[in-house]
Nanobody
């Protein structure tokens, strides 16, 4: 069964940090561009960054640049999203998604994922 599973979510205080994991089963994540997305209540889903399958370059929208960091651990078939200096506005359900094309080199907006994770809740509150 081909699937992506996010983990590492939960409640974080403002100013804290969090690392989300996206682990694949049934396929090799290294061969995919991986995007991270989030959707807050009442808002549209937005892309927060991606990592390319061609050169592992990463790309982030200006809104999160400097606070969000994406990395891979190919041995664990996992991609991570590290969020620093968290804000209440980071509260959302976070999703990872996999696109077999080297689309991330054009930015998160270029991804057309084939696989999506089920999402994981992240809440930033004191």
């Amino acid at each position: 069964q081909l699937q992506l599973v996010e983990s590492g979510g939960g409640l974080v205080q403002p100013g804290g940090s969090l690392r989300l994991s996206c682990t694949a089963s049934g396929f090799t994540l290294e061969r995919y561009s991986i995007g991270w997305f989030r959707q807050a209540p009442g808002k549209e889903r937005e892309g927060v960054g991606c990592i390319s399958n061609s050169d592992s370059s990463t790309h982030y929208p200006d809104s999160v640049k400097g606070r969000f960091n994406i990395s891979r651990n190919n041995a664990k078939n996992t991609v991570y999203l590290r969020i620093l200096n968290m804000e209440p506005e980071d509260t959302a359900v976070y999703y990872c998604a996999a696109d077999p094309r080297p689309s991330c080199t054009e930015g998160i907006h270029a991804l057309i994922p084939e696989y999506w994770g089920q999402g994981i809740q992240v809440t930033v509150s004191s």
